[in-house]
């Protein structure tokens, strides 16, 4: 586990973030401008010093009291907004310096990380020479050579534009595939935060307003993040069959099974879906000659009404609920035509376009 709790005053600005959140995966640290993220990860890097503040990393305490290991004391790698490469030194030799700085036997090997970032190719290039992207993906590269227990990584797709985001996505997603090294993300960017994160910490004004699961956080009616424009739930599944004829995949989620365009792997694969609440209506029995693919049985959990007359309903999939949850955009009428309350047995009925986002 990674606990933290930091607190004091930053100039004008009061920081008292306190989590504890799971040792491996991703986990991202999400809320406005100005809400503290980046503060959180500079006293996790040692970078600044608050009286009274605690960290521990997997049982090891970096901070607490009297205790404070220095930033050099600290095994992490830390991904910045901009890439800062040297120069003068090719990509190779700035991947290279990450290796020295580790000081030690190699978990993480070169070779491994050139082809999880598949970066041979650029090995002798001038870092003058990269595109934006390719310029991330060395970055994260030479942190991943430091050997880090721990990598930090300060939004690192904000300065790119979104051609070169949607390329280094997949890279981001084949680390955390392969590799065990817990991951602080800090966004602002929910798309990049359902796409990577196992674990969510919400932030507001330099305090944590919830941690947990992100499934769990993006459905929770006491949080804001359920009245953003377009909500939408994320679902971990995995496959269970591929139909090449059709050029679908079938997906075993919690609650049920989804037919989602593409071949996804072979039977075993797990991968994640992102279900936009405005691509899944309701319906008291199941669809007669529809386009609709897919089409399950769930509960009604609650409801919330937002601006326009819409609802946006939670939803536990499964014949009596329990399973995955999601969310249905719908409008006001159509929850009053159809009587639907808290505790109903429905059908969602999901466009099958809505279902495209599975991890490698």
């Known amino acids: 586990m990674i606990e933290a709790d930091f607190r004091g005053r ?3 600005f009061d920081l008292s973030a306190r989590f504890t959140v799971p040792g491996r995966g991703i986990t991202a640290l999400f809320g406005p401008s100005g809400c503290g993220k980046t503060s959180v990860l500079r006293g996790m890097a040692g970078l600044m010093r608050l009286p009274g503040s605690r960290l521990a990393v997997n049982g090891e305490v970096w901070q607490e009291g009297r205790r404070f290991l220095p930033p050099h004391r600290r095994a992490i790698g830390y991904v910045f907004q901009e890439a800062s490469l040297f120069p003068h030194l090719s990509v190779e030799q700035n991947l290279r310096f990450g290796l020295r700085r580790s000081g030690g036997a190699a978990r993480i090997g070169m070779e491994e990380v050139i082809g999880l970032l598949g970066i041979a190719p650029l090995l002798d290039r001038p870092t003058a020479m990269l595109s934006g992207g390719e310029r991330q993906r060395i970055a994260i590269g030479r942190a991943l050579l430091s050997q880090p227990r721990l990598l930090l990584m300060d939004e690192p797709l904000s300065a790119l534009d979104r051609f070169s985001k949607d390329e280094i996505l997949p890279y981001l997603e084949r680390l955390h595939a392969a590799l065990s ?22 932030m507001e004004a330099g305090r944590v307003r919830a941690a947990g699961p992100i499934a769990d956080l993006l459905a929770d009616p006491s949080l804001p993040l359920i009245r953003m424009p377009n909500p939408a739930a994320v ?9 090449p ?16 365009p593409g071949d996804l792997g072979a039977p075993g694969t797990r991968c994640r879906l992102r279900i936009p609440a405005s691509d899944v209506s309701l319906g008291r029995g199941m669809p007669e000659d529809t386009t609709i693919l897919n089409a399950l049985p769930a509960r009604i959990e609650g409801a919330e009404q937002g601006p326009g007359h819409q609802m946006t309903v939670r939803l536990s999939l499964g014949d009596q609920g329990g399973g995955a949850a ?3 955009g719908i409008s006001r009428l159509s929850w009053d035509r159809l009587a639907l309350r808290p505790g109903d047995l429905v059908v969602a009925r999901l466009k099958a376009v809505a279902l495209a986002h599975p991890d490698p």
């Open 326 to 328: 999601i969310l249905s």
């Open 235 to 243: 679902v971990d599944g995995r496959v269970v069959a591929t139909d």
């Open 181 to 202: 090294i817990p991951v602080l993300y800090v966004s602002h960017d929910i798309t990049e935060v359902e796409r990577l994160a196992d674990t969510l910490v919400l």
């Open 245 to 260: 004829a059709y050029g679908l995949s079938e997906v075993e989620v919690p609650g049920g099974r989804l037919m989602v």
């Open 10 to 12: 930053l100039g004008g």
